[in-house]
T-cell receptor, first 113, second 112 residues
Framework: DAGVIQSPRHEVTEMGQEVTLRCKPI?????LFWYRQTMMRGLELLIY????????DSGMPEDRFSAKMPNASFSTLKIQPSEPRDSAVYFC???????????FGQGTRLTVV | QQQVKQSPQSLIVQKGGISIINCAYE??????FPWYQQFPGKGPALLIA?????SEKKEGRFTISFNKSAKQFSLHIMDSQPGDSATYFC???????????FGKGTRLHILP
């Protein structure tokens, strides 16, 4: 397996634009997590799915953020409209279970100007 | 209750020395404590993990020490090497809660 695949690796967008980040988890993993990493706040859990169902979205900063998992092999994180303070590295991770190893993708570095 | 507090924020160690990173938690129900290692431009990767039924776990040069009564755990890197330079995250998990809470990370730099 190629591991968790995220796209794009880098995204630069203007304030107010819609941004969509994509993730392909490892096949067979039941859990998918979206994290945001910044210097100030470290690694924050935004939302996670179990068997394609959103379980906990309490980490989503506000209504501008939304996430979907239409099937077991694909998830998206959307920001609409984007703001400069959304600039961060966004990671997707998948695991068989939360207390098993979580495998992270390489991340998407988002810059909102 | 759900926080994991990690220190120091950054650490510089001479090659061959011992690197020590500490974490503390409040929720006594946490039952899984992994450490992740992250190199620049990469996602975090699991380094070593421990459960509260043991006080220490060693894998090569990496050791987790766990103090249940103090609600603290630490990562020790023996004979630190320049290749160990990375950001290290401690974390805590709660089996019934299905998620892992990460500390804010420690940027470790090993001087050659």
């Amino acid at each position: 397996d190629a591991g968790v695949i995220q796209s794009p690796r880098h995204e630069v967008t203007e304030m107010g634009q819609e941004v969509t980040l994509r993730c392909k988890p490892i096949s067979g993993h039941d859990y998918l997590f979206w994290y945001r990493q910044t210097m100030m706040r470290g690694l924050e859990l935004l939302i996670y799915f179990n068997n394609n169902v959103p379980i906990d979205d309490s980490g989503m900063p506000e209504d501008r953020f939304s996430a979907k998992m239409p099937n077991a092999s694909f998830s998206t994180l959307k920001i609409q409209p984007s703001e400069p303070r959304d600039s961060a590295v966004y990671f997707c991770a998948s695991s068989l279970h939360p207390d098993r190893e979580a495998f992270f993708g390489q991340g998407t570095r988002l810059t909102v100007v | 209750q759900q926080q994991v507090k990690q220190s120091p924020q950054s650490l510089i160690v001479q090659k061959g020395g011992i690197s020590i990173i500490n974490c503390a938690y409040e929720n006594t129900a946490f039952d899984y404590f992994p450490w992740y290692q992250q190199f620049p431009g990469k996602g975090p990767a699991l380094l070593i993990a421990i459960r509260p039924d043991v006080s220490e776990k060693k894998e090569g040069r990496f050791t987790i020490s766990f103090n249940k009564s103090a609600k603290q755990f630490s990562l020790h890197i023996m004979d630190s090497q320049p290749g160990d330079s990375a950001t290290y995250f401690c974390a805590a998990g709660l089996n019934r809660d299905d998620k892992i809470i990460f500390g804010k990370g420690t940027r470790l730099h090993i001087l050659p």
